[in-house]
């Protein structure tokens, strides 16, 4: 099995809010005034505003503006992604699988990785998809599911899905093939991913 490296990748997407300052926080950052995003972004975080955590918890694991601390910025993370933030749960996701700032825990990590997948997270559906195809993390080797996370991870712009697509579909049946886009035509963003497909444990 080759041995699998999850990158944390930050798309931010950072959203206009209704919460005041927020904009003005997520400009500052953009802007790499990274002092200003603190002095905005903090009150709001502390609040419970889910993109002022995620955003808290990425100067935080970058240190941007503050000293460089994985640990706030899992704790932050992790309460954008206990709010349904896809961008958080992938970032929890990440951690968990590399044992940064908490003990290595594959199992939670797929966990994280689905709930940010299931809603449409593009790095969520390409580290699964991962998963799935080398047997990782305790999860069955199912080539089908592989292509089909990876499919949708390319029709939301991860061009590393795309290559890992074309990688595995030499290696694909037709039927197989054929199996995985049905099922990627089928999925809807918000809904449960398969765990098992008919025709992708027998490679």
Request: net charge positive; charged share 20%.
């Amino acid at each position: 099995m080759k041995k699998l490296f999850v990158a944390i990748t930050f798309a931010l997407g950072l959203h206009a809010s209704a919460v005041a300052g927020f904009t003005e926080g997520a400009n500052a950052y953009n802007a790499k005034n990274y002092a200003l995003a603190l002095k905005e972004v903090t009150p709001l975080a502390k609040k419970g505003h889910a993109d002022a955590q995620h955003l808290l918890g990425l100067m935080y694991y970058m240190g941007r503006g503050v000293a460089r601390d994985y640990k706030q910025a899992l704790s932050w993370h992790r309460k954008a992604a206990m709010q349904g933030k896809s961008d958080a749960q992938y970032v929890v996701g990440a951690m968990y699988y590399t044992g940064n700032a908490v003990p290595q825990d594959h199992k939670t990590a797929i966990s994280w990785f689905r709930k940010a997948a299931e809603q449409g997270h593009a790095e969520a559906q390409h580290a699964l998809g991962l998963m799935y195809r080398y047997h990782a993390a305790g999860l069955p080797q199912d080539v089908v599911l592989a292509y089909m996370l990876w499919n949708l991870a390319a029709a939301n712009g991860n061009a590393n899905a795309v290559e890992q697509r074309a990688a595995i579909a030499r290696r694909m049946t037709p039927e197989q093939i054929e199996e995985a886009q049905a099922m990627s035509r089928s999925w809807r963003p918000g809904t449960p991913l398969p765990t098992r497909s008919r025709t992708g444990d027998n490679t």
